[in-house]
């Protein structure tokens, strides 16, 4: 099946097993905005929990805040917000359609890759066993032609983003003949610089009021609170300090369902350095944060790090980890080294010293700062594309059925144990309240006695429940019960009385905190 197809599937399936509804869907939704349901708010607070523990829990030196979403209006100057946190825009006349220019012109430069990747595939059908990719590369002429039409462009492309040069991106696209994927035209606007954060006014009167932005990313919250922080708490460095909260963007182009949204959450740790030490730690927490995503166990090929060949100008290094979603390779997180920058900026608006004294040192300096930024709902959309299965199983009676999985990580699973009585009297379903009456401290149970055992179990595999038990007649004798998991299918008999057991060395996040390195 097209992978549009199963895009498409998977957004229906969100909202049919109450994962993700859109926003205000009665009114015909808020665009680029989006809710999660009753299984979607328990995946999601699982995913922020792996991370949390994963940094809080795990680092002594890491440790957490929770910063409010309105700041004062000086931080976003600071910070480069209210001049510089802008998207290149361009419209189609034909279509109305607004596009980011950089997007359209990142896109067509990835189809260099794609055309490579085609060739790559034929001549390994075409050699079979004696193909020799690296020397394909090196040597194939419509390859080298392609990777020298790819390097031409890029280097364009970084150039003029380096010279804030939009009459140059807009010329980028005519000469690469890029057309409105609606109207099919090349019929384009200039390209204008557009703003992406929400502002608000506080206060209750005219006068009074002051004009606030929603903030369009956590990390200021953290870098203001880094004295404050760091005294109380009497960090030394190298120290971190982790938040998880909401930002607001109001992006150009707000696709791919929950990839892009205007309401978003981040969950992002900044790490102070002394000076001199970023880029050490920054391969530190490069190496960290992608064992974090491999240990969900997905296939090693899904990843790849992107490393940013245009710096930011405060940064001096950059990567992003990007996921192979059904839609392509895309950003789910960025590490960066964003040297003293924010710190210096603070204390430059504020007036406020803001410095550590390093006692092995003996001196004050402004520490470095390497960032993780992720975000939780790109983190989410990842997970549940990679765990979305459509599968054809043999029944009992030989006959094909097709069934639904979400094969997601157990630790993460919205449910963790379903508990079904086979018939609904005869005491079954009484002994199936006892046993959740006993497990529901540790694990999120439910209980389902309606439809037959087969519809119960596709229910179950299609919010991807890692176990299911039912209990029978025998078991009010033998206080056994039929477990079923949900990958294998397979069926076993097991003590009502092992089922803490089992349950707990698969679902607890400690199983997944073990792979990480
Ligand atoms: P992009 O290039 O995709 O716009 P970005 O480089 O602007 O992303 P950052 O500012 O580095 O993103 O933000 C860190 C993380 O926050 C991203 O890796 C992503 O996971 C998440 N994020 C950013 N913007 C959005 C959004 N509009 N919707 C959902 N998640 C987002």
Same mark, same amino acid.
């Given at each position: 099946?097209?992978?549009e197809?199963?895009?498409?599937?998977?957004?229906?399936?969100?909202?049919?097993?109450g994962?993700?509804?859109?926003?205000?869907?009665?009114?015909?939704?808020?665009?680029?905005?989006y809710?999660?349901?009753?299984?979607?708010?328990?995946?999601?607070?699982?995913?922020?929990?792996?991370?949390?523990?994963?940094?809080?829990?795990?680092?002594?030196n890491?440790?957490?805040?929770?910063?409010?979403?309105?700041?004062?209006?000086?931080?976003?100057?600071?910070?480069?917000?209210?001049?510089?946190?802008?998207?290149?825009?361009?419209d189609?006349?034909?279509?109305?359609?607004?596009?980011?220019?950089?997007?359209?012109?990142e896109?067509?430069i990835?189809?260099?890759?794609?055309?490579?990747?085609?060739?790559?595939?034929?001549?390994?059908?075409?050699?079979?066993?004696?193909?020799?990719?690296?020397?394909?590369?090196?040597?194939?002429?419509?390859?080298?032609?392609?990777?020298? %039409?790819? #390097? =031409?462009?890029?280097?364009?492309?970084? *150039? &003029? @983003?380096?010279?804030? +040069?939009?009459?140059?991106?807009?010329?980028?696209?005519?000469?690469?003949?890029?057309?409105?994927?609606?109207?099919?035209?090349?019929?384009?606007?200039?390209?204008?610089?557009?703003?992406l954060m929400?502002?608000?006014?506080?206060?209750?009167?005219?006068?009074?009021?002051?004009?606030?932005?929603?903030?369009?990313?956590?990390?200021?919250?953290?870098f203001?609170?880094?004295?404050?922080?760091?005294?109380?708490?009497?960090?030394?460095?190298?120290?971190?300090?982790?938040?998880?909260?909401?930002?607001?963007?109001?992006e150009i182009?707000?696709?791919?369902?929950?990839?892009?949204?205007?309401e978003?959450?981040?969950?992002?740790?900044?790490?102070?350095?002394?000076?001199?030490d970023?880029?050490?730690?920054?391969? %530190?927490? #490069? =190496?960290?944060?992608?064992?974090?995503? *491999? &240990? @969900?166990?997905?296939? +090693?090929?899904?990843?790849?790090?992107?490393?940013?060949?245009?710096?930011?100008?405060?940064?001096?290094?950059?990567?992003?980890?990007?996921f192979k979603?059904?839609?392509?390779?895309?950003?789910?997180?960025?590490?960066?080294?964003?040297?003293?920058?924010?710190?210096?900026?603070?204390?430059?608006?504020?007036?406020?010293k803001?410095?550590?004294?390093?006692?092995?040192?003996?001196?004050?300096?402004t520490?470095?700062?390497?960032?993780?930024?992720?975000?939780?709902?790109?983190?989410?959309?990842?997970?549940?594309?990679?765990?979305?299965?459509?599968?054809?199983?043999?029944?009992?009676?030989?006959?094909?059925?097709?069934?639904?999985?979400?094969?997601?990580?157990?630790?993460?699973?919205?449910?963790?144990?379903?508990?079904?009585?086979?018939?609904?009297?005869?005491?079954?379903?009484?002994?199936?309240r006892e046993?959740?009456?006993e497990?529901?401290?540790?694990?999120?149970c439910?209980?389902?006695?309606?439809?037959?055992?087969?519809?119960?179990?596709?229910?179950?595999?299609?919010?991807?429940?890692?176990?299911?038990?039912?209990?029978?007649?025998?078991?009010?004798?033998?206080?056994?019960?039929?477990?079923?998991?949900?990958d294998?299918?397979?069926?076993?008999?097991?003590?009502?009385?092992?089922?803490?057991?089992?349950?707990?060395?698969?679902?607890?996040?400690?199983?997944?905190?073990?792979?990480?390195?």
């Amino acid at each position: 099946m097209a992978q549009e197809d199963i895009f498409k599937k998977l957004v229906a399936h969100c909202k049919e097993y109450g994962f993700v509804f859109q926003s205000s869907e009665i009114y015909d939704g808020l665009s680029a905005v989006y809710d999660y349901a009753q299984m979607g708010v328990e995946l999601k607070n699982n995913i922020k929990k792996y991370w949390w523990d994963s940094m809080v829990l795990l680092h002594e030196n890491v440790v957490g805040i929770d910063s409010a979403i309105f700041m004062h209006p000086t931080t976003w100057k600071a910070s480069g917000h209210v001049d510089a946190f802008s998207d290149p825009l361009i419209d189609n006349k034909d279509s109305k359609k607004r596009y980011r220019a950089d997007v359209l012109i990142e896109d067509c430069i990835a189809k260099y890759d794609t055309k490579i990747e085609k060739e790559v595939k034929k001549a390994e059908k075409k050699f079979g066993d004696s193909f020799d990719k690296t020397q394909f590369m090196e040597t194939n002429p419509r390859v080298l032609s392609n990777l020298k %039409k790819k #390097k =031409e462009l890029n280097d364009r492309f970084v *150039k &003029a @983003l380096e010279d804030n +040069d939009l009459d140059e991106l807009k010329q980028i696209i005519i000469d690469n003949g890029i057309a409105c994927p609606v109207s099919g035209t090349k019929n384009w606007t200039d390209v204008r610089q557009f703003n992406l954060m929400f502002s608000t006014e506080m206060g209750s009167t005219a006068e009074g009021s002051s004009k606030i932005y929603l903030r369009p990313e956590t990390a200021q919250g953290i870098f203001v609170n880094y004295l404050n922080v760091q005294k109380t708490g009497r960090m030394k460095l190298p120290f971190g300090i982790a938040q998880i909260g909401k930002a607001f963007r109001n992006e150009i182009v707000a696709r791919q369902f929950i990839f892009r949204m205007r309401e978003f959450e981040q969950m992002e740790m900044q790490f102070f350095v002394r000076p001199g030490d970023e880029i050490k730690w920054f391969d %530190k927490w #490069k =190496e960290t944060r992608m064992s974090w995503h *491999k &240990a @969900l166990g997905f296939s +090693d090929d899904k990843y790849r790090f992107h490393d940013h060949e245009k710096l930011a100008h405060y940064a001096n290094a950059a990567t992003d980890i990007e996921f192979k979603f059904p839609f392509g390779f895309k950003e789910v997180e960025g590490i960066h080294s964003r040297t003293d920058f924010d710190l210096t900026k603070h204390q430059e608006f504020s007036g406020k010293k803001i410095q550590y004294f390093d006692p092995e040192l003996n001196k004050n300096y402004t520490p470095y700062v390497v960032e993780t930024s992720i975000g939780v709902d790109r983190m989410f959309l990842q997970i549940i594309s990679e765990a979305y299965c459509e599968e054809t199983i043999k029944k009992d009676d030989g006959k094909e059925d097709k069934r639904v999985v979400l094969k997601l990580p157990a630790a993460l699973a919205p449910v963790k144990l379903a508990v079904l009585p086979l018939v609904k009297k005869d005491g079954l379903p009484e002994k199936a309240r006892e046993i959740i009456d006993e497990l529901k401290f540790d694990f999120n149970c439910q209980y389902d006695e309606k439809d037959s055992i087969g519809k119960r179990y596709r229910r179950q595999d299609a919010i991807g429940t890692p176990f299911c038990i039912t209990i029978d007649h025998d078991s009010l004798d033998d206080n056994k019960v039929t477990i079923r998991y949900r990958d294998t299918m397979k069926q076993e008999r097991v003590n009502i009385s092992d089922l803490y057991d089992i349950l707990k060395e698969e679902v607890a996040l400690k199983t997944l905190f073990k792979k990480l390195k």
